[in-house]
């Protein structure tokens, strides 16, 4: 018996010892969810994207930055380019909010924040925020134009080379001081440019709440999509553009709040 007994544990040890663990996403949110694991992995889950697509208008045309505009006073121009900031991003499911799962921190971890703002070009046709841990049916999407003090008056560490708090990224005046918008275009009449104006806005946007009300329904994996439309020939529609680029700039301020619109 004794014997038997040996050969039973010592073969129970061998198989024991030849039998991998094997380690997968045990998330159930995760696309890569994997019930037959035995342990959870590192970082290996894949949560859906939360991705904003961009319709980029002029009235109701489709922008080109080739299209020449004509302002309430009778006046001659091109937009050649438009760039500005989308921030604190939130889906919201059952009326609650959910932000994406990506975070930047200060050096002394006392600050930590979501990574979700973007600086979104008018040449962009969708910008992936980050990824969402969650999946069904949303009630409505909503961000802020702009950045937060929060965002701009802290510092960051461990952030990529492209990221839109690094000092070579962010938008800016000539005088490198923080612009929340710029605008490049050229005068047609009433006079000629013969160069392209910047128009830059470095007053931080206090505005409510860009909410995109449209429901979606997702399946695990799947990415989360809304469209918001921005309306770039209503910055300079009210605007005298016999004034200087400096002028404007500060000018054109209250026309931001009339640019983003819902799908």
């Given at each position: ?165 690094q000092p070579l990224v962010k938008l800016k005046n000539k005088e490198n001081k923080q612009a929340y918008l710029t605008m490049k275009y050229k005068r047609i009449t009433p006079v000629a440019d013969t160069v ?67 799908e």
């Amino acid at each position: 018996f004794m014997r038997n007994w040996i050969i039973y544990a010592v073969t129970l040890l061998t198989l024991q010892s030849c039998y991998d663990r094997i380690e997968k996403c045990l998330d159930e949110y995760a696309a890569n969810y994997d019930v037959s694991a035995d342990d959870a992995c590192f970082d290996c889950c894949t949560f859906p994207a939360l991705t904003l697509k961009l319709e980029h208008k002029l009235g109701d045309s489709t922008y080109s930055n080739r299209d020449t505009l004509i302002n309430d006073l009778g006046q001659l121009y091109v937009i050649e380019d438009v760039r500005y900031y989308l921030s604190n991003v939130h889906i919201y499911q059952d009326g609650q909010p959910l932000g994406i799962r990506q975070h930047i921190a200060t050096e002394d971890n006392l600050l930590i924040i979501s990574d979700d703002m973007k600086i979104i070009k008018s040449s962009d046709k969708e910008v992936t925020f980050g990824t969402v841990k969650a999946f069904g049916t949303f009630d409505s999407l909503g961000c802020n134009f702009g950045m937060s003090e929060l965002m701009t008056e802290n510092t960051f560490v461990n952030l990529t080379t492209d990221h839109v708090l690094q000092p070579l990224v962010k938008l800016k005046n000539k005088e490198n001081k923080q612009a929340y918008l710029t605008m490049k275009y050229k005068r047609i009449t009433p006079v000629a440019d013969t160069v392209s104006q910047i128009i830059a806005v470095t007053q931080r946007p206090d505005f409510p709440a860009i909410v995109l009300r449209k429901t979606i329904k997702t399946i695990i994996g799947n990415p989360m999509i809304y469209t918001i439309k921005a309306d770039y020939k209503v910055l300079l529609q009210d605007q005298n553009l016999s004034l200087s680029a400096d002028t404007l700039s500060s000018l054109i301020f209250g026309n931001l709040s009339k640019m983003i619109k819902d799908e």
